[in-house]
């Protein structure tokens, strides 16, 4: 069987062998790469483990940023000098799966690689509950109607065109469906068509030669040649500028294209998905958009809903959002019912992003801690919790994750019974014991199959005092 195949980038030869020799000592295929031609070299990530950028890389930050765009779920280890941990942006800190110091010993090297082998296992598990292994958690019937189609038209070579609101998933729908493919060996090479300038657009999809253009200093691929027996991702393809669209029509029509500054045509096996939260047919009314390119694209058309039209999806999203986040190293989150069940009652103009985001925010604000109502921004008090959302919309994945959710914290609450440490930042030692009182009640009444007299005995408390109690926690 191959070895898994671990990457460096380094722009330091000797550095670069050194660090291979350690990596095949530790059992792993390693490949060395500049960071000048990585994008060009690198023709599959099947089987790639990680991809390490080194110390000696000019821009590492840059580098590292689409380095991920490109390897996208592979994790990304960044090797650094010592002491310079400070001078990584903290974008970056977050988007990588580690930052190690070099030289980096055996030892340290191999925990993190075993780290990293826990992790992908984890995920697997974790993303393989109601994901259906294609990041796409939720089982609406809108989402599964969303999962059918892209088992159906992943193994065509067909045009798809994803439509949906921002935030809606549209790229992890692309991924999905490359993944799915035959195509899953190549290079999927997303293009962000809103985000680049109108006139580096064209010789970013189909590169340039050496003093094309004032700047063109040394040739470039363009995305076209680097998507070569891949997929090709269009996002946002409602803001391409006019000129383009000709251009990009024609590479639909001839499946063939120039450099610039070159006249050798050259040949393209690319499958092209394009996403756009624009209302593109008004856009051909407006005549923002070319009718027959949409007709090109619009092959196969998949759309996404809006996550208020799926609210029931929302349990199974903040499973798979906080299992997100505890992959990435970077913390943990607890949300308690009340909070889900009003989570389920906002209606998400920004979608599943806006819903990460909001995950993320109270990761950071309340790291490791149980999310209640009163946590959640301002926005969210409005509502109030309602027993129709659980009866009616999302029975079987509220219920359920409800109990995931109280078991962790019953754990939680456990685990600082037995080893009650005051930690770093300082804790809320009221609710603290509120919470271990509660814990430890509810354990003596599950004992005492609910007998109130039975349990004040356990707890060695008058059966009125528990009874009051019961009622002041709403047990
Ligand atoms: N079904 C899903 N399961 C898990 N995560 C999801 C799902 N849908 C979206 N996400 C997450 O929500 C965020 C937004 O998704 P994505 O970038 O695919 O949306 P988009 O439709 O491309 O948005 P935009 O139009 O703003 O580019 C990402 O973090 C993505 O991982
Ligand atoms: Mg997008």
């Known amino acids: 069987m191959a070895l898994p195949r671990i990457i460096l980038i380094d722009d330091n030869p000797v550095r670069g062998q050194q660090f291979l020799a350690v990596i095949q000592f530790l059992e792993y295929q390693g490949e060395l790469y500049s960071a000048e031609d990585f994008s060009e070299k690198l023709h599959s990530v099947d089987d790639l483990f990680a991809v390490f950028v080194g110390a000696g890389v000019d821009k590492q930050a840059t580098v ?18 010592k002491g310079t941990l400070l001078q990584v942006p903290s974008v970056i800190q977050n988007l990588v799966a580690s930052i190690q110091e070099w030289p980096v010993t055996y030892t340290v090297l191999m925990d993190s690689l075993q780290a990293l082998q826990k992790q992908k296992e984890n995920h697997v598990k974790h993303v393989s509950i109601g994901s259906d292994n294609k990041g796409l958690a939720g089982s609406s019937e809108a989402i599964k109607q969303v999962r059918f189609l892209i088992d159906q038209v992943a193994d065509s070579d067909a045009t798809v065109l994803i439509l949906g609101e921002s935030g ?27 985000a680049i300038p109108a006139e580096l657009l064209e010789s970013e999809l189909f590169g340039h030669e050496k003093g094309a253009f004032t700047g063109a200093l040394a040739a470039r ?11 090709l991702f269009l996002d946002e393809i409602g803001d391409m500028p006019m000129p383009m669209q000709v251009k990009l029509l024609r590479v639909l029509q001839e499946r063939s294209f120039e450099r610039i500054g070159s006249n050798k045509t050259i040949d393209c096996d690319v499958r092209i998905i394009s996403a756009t939260h624009r209302d593109i047919e008004q856009a051909i009314i407006d005549n923002l958009f070319r009718e027959d390119l949409f007709y090109r694209l619009n092959v196969f058309p998949i759309e996404m809903p809006a996550l208020r039209d799926r609210v029931e999806d929302i349990p199974l999203l903040i499973k798979e959002l906080v299992a997100r ?3 990435n190293k970077r913390s943990s989150v607890t949300l308690a019912p009340d909070a889900i069940n009003i989570l389920m009652q906002h209606t998400w103009p920004g979608n599943v992003r806006e819903l990460a985001n909001l995950i993320e925010r109270v990761a950071i604000i309340k790291p490791n801690g149980l999310i209640g109502v009163t946590d959640l921004p301002a926005k969210f008090r409005q509502f109030t919790v309602s027993d129709e959302i659980i009866v009616e919309q999302a029975q079987d994945n509220f219920l359920e994750l409800v109990q995931e959710m109280e078991d962790k914290i019953e754990q939680e609450v456990l685990q600082k019974v037995f080893s009650a440490q005051l930690p770093e930042e300082g804790m809320d ?12 009640i509810k354990q003596a009444l599950d004992e005492c199959n609910g007998v109130v007299a039975h349990a004040a005995k356990l707890l060695s408390m008058q059966r009125t005092t528990l009874v009051e109690k019961l009622k002041k926690f709403d047990m």
């Open 221 to 231: 691929q363009g995305r076209f040649e680097m998507a070569e027996g891949g997929t």
């Open 64 to 81: 590292t940023k689409s380095v991920i765009e490109l390897v996208a779920d592979i994790p990304v280890i960044l090797l650094i000098d």
């Open 325 to 327: 986040l505890e992959k």
């Open 429 to 440: 030692l009221k609710e603290y014991l509120h919470e271990v009182e509660m814990s430890l």
């Open 168 to 194: 809606t998933g549209k790229e992890v729908v692309a991924r999905a469906l490359h993944k799915a493919s035959s195509r899953h060996n190549h290079a999927f090479v997303p293009v962000n068509c809103g």
